[in-house]
């Protein structure tokens, strides 16, 4: 089979267009981004545009499944995929992908712009060239974003920063490579697998997310937890995981939810660092109430890992049990 890459169109600023109101998505991509390659030799691709396109901020858990769906469509017929996504929420759907692709042999490169492929200046071209080559590789099996020069694995990414050009890091892991004068890869990559597709039907309202803060009333915890459709939280709380301990009352609703089966994950705020639930007072009385060390998993890799084992429909006890675990290289296990 001749070499040749898909690269899939979701939306995202990078197909953009400007108009009175501002950028706008706008169909076509693939005749711009053409005209915008000229005669650069790069790596064969054929292009498939959704027909909605998706705006990230508005991303869905369905959208996850789409998306992985397009990819298990075509994964024999291409050797490698990238994925054009905005980039607000691409961190969410390469932590989502990368759990659906439970095993894979091929790359799934994320990437996207902070500027329209559309404008004279931009950062839409070098991204997605260098998310072409990098598809092209055969000693990359991984879901990654691709950004700045900068090859992440997909699950350990965040965006960082509202306008730069460097828009995403992996603060708690190394690169997996980066794009200079040659494009350089680390030794830290998962290895090839046979390539097995894991994706569930996501129910939306099965997961919620809480950021703790000073003075934050009980009530909301309370109320997020209520729904019965509820089965698990992403629970931000401070430093190595410390908890609010001035609200009388936090512990027993955190011990209910546990016996009523929803599962919560403790995710520190800090941009880089792990929870330790057991390092203060205030953290380690979360054990006792079932709460899950969120270790160093990101925000967003928390999430979209707690909505897939949901999901799965495993047990709470062993959600909480694979939570611990890297799946994918999504996080660090304690020893």
């Given amino acids: 089979m001749m070499s040749k890459i898909l690269v899939i169109y979701t939306g995202g600023t990078i197909g953009m267009v400007a108009s009175a109101k501002g950028y706008v998505p706008e169909p076509g991509f693939d005749v ?6 000229g005669d650069r030799t790069v790596p064969a691709f054929d292009l498939l545009e959704f027909d909605r396109l998706i705006d990230s901020a508005s991303v869905v858990p369905a959208d996850w499944a789409q998306i992985a769906r397009s990819l298990q469509e075509k994964w024999h017929d291409y050797t490698g995929f990238v994925v054009l996504h905005g980039t607000d929420t691409m961190a969410y759907t390469a932590s989502a992908l990368s759990f659906m692709l439970s095993q894979l042999d091929k790359p799934v490169i994320l990437t996207g712009s902070q500027i329209p492929l559309s404008q004279v200046r931009n950062d839409a071209l070098d991204n997605l060239v260098t998310a072409l080559l990098l598809a092209s590789r055969t000693d990359l099996a991984e879901v990654c974003i691709c950004f700045n020069g900068r090859l ?20 708690n892991a190394s690169w997996l490579g980066k794009a200079g004068i040659d494009i350089e890869l680390s030794v830290e990559r998962l290895p090839p697998q046979p390539v097995r597709f894991e994706i569930p039907a996501y129910d939306p309202d099965a997961v919620v997310m809480l950021m703790t ?6 009530r909301l915890l309370q109320q997020a937890l209520a729904p019965e459709a509820v089965k698990g939280m992403v629970l931000l709380t401070y430093g190595v995981g410390n908890p609010p301990e001035t609200e009388t009352g936090l512990l027993e609703v955190l011990s209910h939810a546990g016996g009523r089966g929803q599962v919560v994950v403790n995710v520190t705020q800090c941009q880089q660092g792990a929870v330790s639930q057991g390092a203060y007072a205030t953290g380690a009385l979360l ?21 897939h084992l949901i999901a799965l429909g495993l047990s709470p006890d062993a959600i909480r049990k694979a939570l611990g675990c890297a799946l994918r290289g999504e996080c660090t296990p304690e020893r």
Wanted: glycine share 10%; no cysteine; aromatic share 6%.
């Fill in 32 to 37: 711009r981004l053409k005209a915008a390659l």
């Fill in 152 to 171: 992440l694995r997909g699950n350990r990414s965040r965006k960082v920063k509202s306008s730069g050009l460097d828009a995403f890091d992996s603060p």
């Fill in 213 to 218: 803060y000073p003075g934050m009333p009980l």
């Fill in 287 to 307: 054990n006792q109430v079932g709460v899950v060390s969120g270790l160093d998993l990101t925000p967003e890799a928390a999430f979209a890992k707690l909505h």
